[in-house]
């Protein structure tokens, strides 16, 4: 085994996030024992929280609550616990007694490595192992790194890591840092990597830190994950780095018990929860910004990946390493309320309205599977026919209504003789100058706001057509979402706009819109289903 590598696995405590720590007891004592089996190094078991451990969580108040899921004679690795520097109350943690946890992990943020060092010591006299994680180590400059080191010397911890928390850096950042570092910081303290895979380079930027450290007499420590689990994009994989270790540097890690852990722990996980790469992570990394920016913007507004990035660059640097909610809804809100001057294509409407029955066509199933009950009601009654936020194959529309920038550039794609030979009616969070065939109104005249999902498309076409005045609407497609995407959509193939797929959730809220919009509508009193839908009560 080569003795100046050891590695370091988070699962139970960075995949905390994913599951709120709620691994369930089974999988916190399994994942330990075949972590111990593969010979892992350090087993970091979960976080040190103020508040009592809950059993089957990787939330502990102090180290015997690791004794209900490990057996300290089976004991190995070195068995660590992490701690926010301002988040535990050291005076809950005993004296070490080595049964349980041997180390624990402080982390602090840029600007605090003093005051985590100050927590540390207190820690250190107690008995404990004391590892060091700097938090976005990439947002320091040279002379910080430089100060880092000369504090971390003072303070003699077993290890400082190497955090690339927003996932931004590339190997050029890396390399820099580690330089630095390395120069200045006493031999006798290790030094770690913690990658995120924002950017899909956390096992590239592993492999190339082993690789650089390997000229240094200094040990290193690794860290990763079964399956990269972890939050927003996830880390380095401790399988592929086991792998990489055993095959490039003489290591012995037992690579069928991590295959193991994997099979019979992390299947339930990789199932039923998300993490890893994806474009929105991408987009974190890409600012340097805390992912509860993104979870919020997904959650709250499902906005589109453009938007998305144009609201985080509009937040300053700073305000992008923290979440302030209510700013970043005020950059959502200034992204979306694009003001134009909407007086000519509201007037355009109106006249061209007057007098006519009004037919919203949504995408629902059954604009599918009653098609024919459709045309025909479309043949006796010859309404203003809309489509809204989707075209539907068989159907001659007069006007298109589009709310979101996704729905719209598939249409577009998609259909694009319809596309080009209806009028098209544009909220103004969409585009600001309306191309041929394009009347574009402004985004607030059809949006309210007050709910999780304000922007469905249904409701927003009956807000502006209330605003124009129109006394009654027709619905058809308007269904209300069942549990299988492909069972909702007349188009199978029309983006999804619930990312969390919370459907049952989505049908609750817009049934409340809808009754507001039929308690508070001043001119469009009637409104009527000519197909069912779950919102005709």
Same mark, same amino acid.
């Given at each position: ?120 010591? =207190?820690?250190? %006299?107690? &008995? !404990?192992?004391?590892? *060091?994680?700097? $938090? ?134 990789? =199932?039923?929860? %998300?993490? &890893? !790469?994806?474009?929105? *992570?991408?987009? $974190? ?137 209806? %009028? ?114």
């Amino acid at each position: 085994m080569n003795s100046k590598i050891r590695l370091l696995d988070c699962t139970l405590r960075d995949g905390a996030y994913i599951v709120n720590s709620n691994f369930g007891s089974a999988a916190v004592k399994g994942i330990i024992d075949q972590l111990e089996k593969a010979n892992v190094d350090i087993i970091e078991c979960g976080w040190l929280k103020n508040d009592e451990h809950k059993e089957g969580t990787s939330f502990f108040h102090v180290p015997d609550d690791l004794l209900n899921y490990i057996k300290p004679e089976n004991k190995r690795a070195t068995y660590v616990a992490m701690i926010d520097w301002d988040r535990y109350n050291t005076d809950y943690l005993p004296s070490c007694d080595g049964k349980s946890l041997d180390a624990i992990r402080v982390v602090f943020p840029r600007g605090k490595h003093r005051e985590g060092i100050k927590i540390g010591n =207190e820690i250190k %006299k107690k &008995g !404990y192992r004391v590892f *060091y994680q700097a $938090a976005n180590t990439l947002g320091y400059t040279d002379d910080e790194l430089v100060s880092l080191a000369d504090d971390m010397n003072e303070a003699m911890p077993e290890s400082l890591s190497v955090v690339d928390t927003f996932g931004a850096m590339f190997e050029e950042d890396l390399l820099r840092i580690i330089s630095i570092l390395d120069s200045h910081l006493d031999s006798r303290i290790s030094l770690g990597f913690h990658s995120h895979n924002n950017q899909q380079l956390s096992f590239a930027l592993t492999m190339s830190f082993i690789k650089t450290m390997s000229e240094s007499k200094r040990n290193i420590i690794i860290d990763s994950s079964l399956c990269g689990m972890g939050r927003g994009a996830g880390n380095a994989t401790t399988e592929l780095t086991v792998s990489y270790l055993n095959r490039k540097c003489g290591c012995h890690y037992n690579l069928d018990a991590i295959m193991d852990a994997i099979d019979i722990y992390m299947s339930y996980f990789k =199932e039923n929860y %998300k993490w &890893g !790469y994806s474009t929105e *992570y991408f987009i $974190a990394g890409m600012y340097c910004t805390h992912v509860n920016n993104i979870a919020y913007l997904i959650n709250n507004h499902r906005v589109n990946f453009k938007d998305m990035r144009n609201i985080i660059e509009m937040l300053p640097p700073s305000d992008r390493l923290k979440y302030d909610y209510d700013l970043l809804e005020q950059k959502y809100i200034e992204n979306q309320s694009r003001y134009v001057d909407d007086t000519e294509a509201v007037k355009e409407l109106k006249d061209d309205f007057s007098g006519r029955e009004i037919l919203l066509i949504a995408p629902g199933k059954s604009s599918l599977t009653q098609k024919e009950k459709i045309k025909k009601y479309i043949d006796e009654n010859k309404p203003v026919v809309i489509g809204v936020n989707a075209i539907l194959k068989g159907y001659d529309y007069d006007y298109m209504f589009f709310i979101n920038q996704t729905r719209y550039e598939y249409a577009q794609k998609a259909f694009p003789d319809v596309f080009v030979n209806s %009028k098209r009616i544009v909220l103004s969070n969409i585009k600001h100058n309306g191309g041929e065939n394009e009347l574009v109104v402004n985004f607030n005249s059809a949006i309210k706001r007050g709910w999780e999902h304000f922007d469905n498309a249904v409701i927003c076409a009956l807000r502006f057509l209330d605003y124009l005045g129109q006394p009654s609407v027709t619905l058809a497609g308007f269904d209300g979402f069942k549990t299988k995407y492909n069972e909702s959509y007349a188009d199978e193939f029309l983006p999804s706009l619930n990312a969390e797929g919370k459907w049952d959730e989505l049908n609750s809220e817009i049934t409340a819109m809808f009754r507001d919009f039929k308690d508070k509508a001043i001119n469009c009193k009637n409104v009527k289903f000519l197909t069912d839908s779950i919102y005709n009560s």
